[in-house]
């Protein structure tokens, strides 16, 4: 069995208290801590089943990515992912600067990631085992099986919103999107002069 990465250092409870600064206007959702690792293999069975009906569609491109929109929106937590990618230099933008933000981020997120998954087309995510991380989560291990080609790790974090199983990180072969995210949104967001504003109309335009 491969080995699961630490976990990220971003707690449930953490979360809730340490991203206040980041939330800003938007309320900040209740974070229980009653996932278990049942609830969180489940959740993300189910998602792993709504991934495969979207890759195996034969749809083009195009309506395939705003599918996996619907995926990121409704089973991932973008709004904090959004934030958490800003760092920051979210503190001080309005809260319909904010906004404008948040909703490009999730399109952006969709597009790069809904291309990853769609070379997934005609591979099996099965998953293959859960760790209960406590109050920082539940990490979910799968495997990508690809009939013609090797086969590559593919770990969720899952949390618990408002009780609801939530996405946090997607880890591909020990690259969290967390990091991958905040390394690329700041070094953009540099590249801009720090104008949100700008940064809002290039993701749209990615």
Known sequence: MHSIINPPALPRRAVLAGIGGL????????FALGLTEGSAVNFIQKVVTDVHKIINTGKPETQMLVDFEAIFR?????????KTALGAPG???SSSQLSAYIRAFQ??????????FRKFAG?????????????????????VVRPSDSDFDL?????????????????IEGISLISSER???SALLESLGGDIDKLTAKLNAT
């Open 91 to 93: 503190r001080s933008a």
């Open 23 to 30: 939330m800003l206007s938007t309320a900040i959702p209740t």
């Open 74 to 82: 409704d089973y991932g937590e973008v709004p904090i992912i959004a």
């Open 183 to 185: 390394t690329e949104i």
């Open 155 to 171: 770990e969720w974090w899952v949390i618990e919103v408002n009780g609801r199983p939530k996405m946090f990180d997607l880890i």
């Open 123 to 143: 591979a099996k995510i099965v998953v293959v085992s859960s760790r209960d991380a406590g109050t920082k989560g539940v990490l979910v291990k799968s495997q």
């Open 107 to 116: 399109g952006y997120l969709s597009r790069k990631y809904g291309r990853q």
